[in-house]
């Protein structure tokens, strides 16, 4: 159920651990196999859905605000996501790549600032220790 003033309401599912699909109730449509990154089988694994769901929101949000600064849409976003060890269990890296071509550097960093602050992804994840956002000349990874 949608929380009061809500824009737009979606519920993930679950049902079967990294064994099975995860899928959009009400979309079928929506459906992934799912797997473990750390076991060899077929499925999408959670590394790769928070990969696609920084570099889709973080970029559509620079797109905003490209169109705000009345700036043409350049940017590209990719997102590596490291799965590591750590003292409980495990932990994720999430480096977040920005390309802008024909941007100043200076500029292309304030605009990813500002969308930083806007996207709702960004906004959950920036201020997390092992996320890096970085404006680059060039994918490093």
Known sequence: MAIN???YHTEAVNEKGLSGVSFIRGNEGLALGVSSSL????????????????????NATIEIIEKQHNLPHT??????VDQLKDDTGYKFIVRI??????????????LVDEAKNYCPVAKMIKQNA????????????
Do not use: I, R, W
């Not at 076991?39 to 973080?58: D, I, M, R, Y």
């Not at 790549?97 to 304030?110: E, F, I, K, P, S």
């Open 5 to 7: 003033g809500s824009l």
């Open 39 to 58: 076991l060899k089988g077929s499925g999408t694994n959670p590394e790769q859905l928070v990969g696609l769901a920084v570099s889709t929101c973080f």
């Open 75 to 80: 940017s590209v976003v990719h997102t590596g």
């Open 97 to 110: 790549q920005v390309l802008m071509t024909g941007v100043d550097h200076d500029q292309a960093q304030a």
């Open 130 to 141: 092992n996320v890096s956002f970085e404006v680059v000349d060039e994918f490093s990874f």
